[in-house]
């Protein structure tokens, strides 16, 4: 018996109208999964291949196309290497990431980029301008450093093209956030006086 990967993605699958049209024609066919944060149908067992082609019929019938093994596996890639050098790189490199992709053996061309959007609907560009916005809001709420050495970490220009591009991707400024950072240890703060006074008592 042939099986597929666990791990699979749909194109698109970008609402949640779409997800709840998925999520009944996979309990339809008595499936055990998730979907990841990411967008991923992630099976709890493998699935045998026609499972996966009873799948696809009916995904297609909705309008939607399920990736085959290997254009998930390279969706998967772009994706995971987009986080890792995000959000776990002390340093951005100061190279575009098209480059970055193809460093990683993962293939840039348009066919791909297009697959990749209409997996996740936006570009890979949003996507990456997303995780950096997301890395710059941990580093608010986190971590004590300037808005201008989150910049240089994240490797914009200047503060002023991240406050640019934070406030058009979250419709809120870096100082909000730094307020709520305040209030989180506040809370945090009061939280505790009461155990540190029962402890004395």
């Keep these: 018996m042939e099986f597929v990967s666990n791990k699979l993605y749909v194109k698109y699958m970008v609402s949640l109208r779409c997800k709840m049209i998925v999520k009944s024609e996979i309990e339809d066919l008595g499936l055990n999964y998730k979907i990841t944060p990411h967008g991923a149908l992630e099976f709890h067992e493998q699935i ?21 093994e290997s254009e998930s596996m390279l969706i998967d890639k772009i994706i995971n290497t987009i986080i890792e050098v995000v959000h776990y790189s002390e340093n951005l490199p100061k190279l575009n990431f098209t480059d970055l992709i193809n460093k990683h053996a993962i293939s840039g061309d348009e066919s791909l980029l297009k697959i990749f959007s209409d997996v996740k ?53 870096p100082s909000y956030f730094k307020r709520l950072k305040k209030e989180r240890t506040k809370n945090a703060e009061q939280l505790s ?9």
């Excluded at 950096?132 to 490797?155: F, P, V, W």
């Excluded at 006086?193 to 008592?201: C, L, M, V």
């Design 48 to 68: 045998t291949v026609e499972q996966y082609d009873l799948l696809k019929n009916k995904l297609l019938k909705s309008g939607m196309v399920l990736l085959n």
């Design 121 to 173: 609907g936006v570009s890979v560009l949003q996507f990456i301008i997303n995780q950096k916005i997301e890395r710059a809001k941990e580093l608010l709420l986190y971590d004590e450093i300037s808005l201008s050495e989150i910049a240089d970490s994240l490797n914009y220009k200047n503060k002023n093209y991240l406050l640019a591009q934070f406030k058009k991707v979250t419709g809120l400024t």
């Design 193 to 201: 006086k009461p155990h540190t006074a029962r402890a004395r008592e």
